[in-house]
């Protein structure tokens, strides 16, 4: 059974979070493993997060978590950022993943988050007129030593613009960069 803190500065928050959390977790004032805070606005949220004890688990309760706000919780050490209206389920594994160490999101923030990253996609221009030339040859599933005797290079420099545009693409693997090329109208298939 979790120890789990409740912080809020309305004294009906806390009593419906304990209300709500009870059945599954044991509700304390020190020595907790999680810490529920519900913060009235993301300034003062903010502020909050920063002073807590960050070698203990937290989790963040708002009105309405917005992209910003998320970003800047999780770097100051939430584990995970919900609406003060979450279910009981999401509020139970959102304590159940931050007591192990782990950091959950929402549907709505990873939604949020992924739209976020998608509009921040690198456009054409990041990558040179050689990476362009290497990215189309890896749509064609060519090697680094394909790619380096077609560019009439060395296989070291195609190993060099491979990873320079799976950093650019911000992709993990050659097939990730080839997919997001598409998508940004690098490659035509």
């Known amino acids: 059974m979790s120890r789990v803190a409740i912080q809020s500065g309305s004294p009906a928050i806390r009593a419906a979070l304990r209300a709500r959390l009870e059945p599954r977790h044991q509700i304390i004032e020190n020595d907790a493993d ?6 009235p606005s993301e300034a ?53 993943a931050a007591e192990l160490g ?40 060519a090697s680094n030593k394909v790619i380096a005797a077609k560019l009439h290079i060395s296989d070291h420099t195609a190993k060099f613009h491979v990873g320079s545009i799976l950093a650019k693409l911000d992709a993990s693997t050659r097939a990730e960069a080839v997919t997001i090329g598409v998508r940004l109208g690098l490659i035509m298939v």
Do not use: C, W
């Not at 999680?34 to 913060?39: A, G, K, Q, R, T």
């Not at 800047?72 to 959102?94: C, H, K, P, Q, S």
């Not at 509009?119 to 290497?134: I, Q």
């Open 102 to 141: 782990l950091t959950l999101l929402g549907t709505d923030a990873r939604s949020m988050l992924r739209e976020t990253a998608r509009k921040n996609a690198p456009v054409a221009t990041d990558l040179t007129e050689r990476e362009h030339e290497v990215l189309t040859l890896l749509s064609s599933g």
């Open 34 to 39: 999680v810490i529920v805070l519900d913060v």
């Open 44 to 96: 003062d949220g903010l502020a909050e997060i920063e002073r807590q004890d960050h070698t203990i688990a937290l989790i963040v309760l708002i009105d309405e978590p917005r992209d910003l706000f998320i970003r800047r919780a999780l770097g100051a050490g939430a584990r995970a950022v919900l609406a003060r209206d979450a279910t009981n389920a999401e509020l139970n594994v959102a304590i159940d």
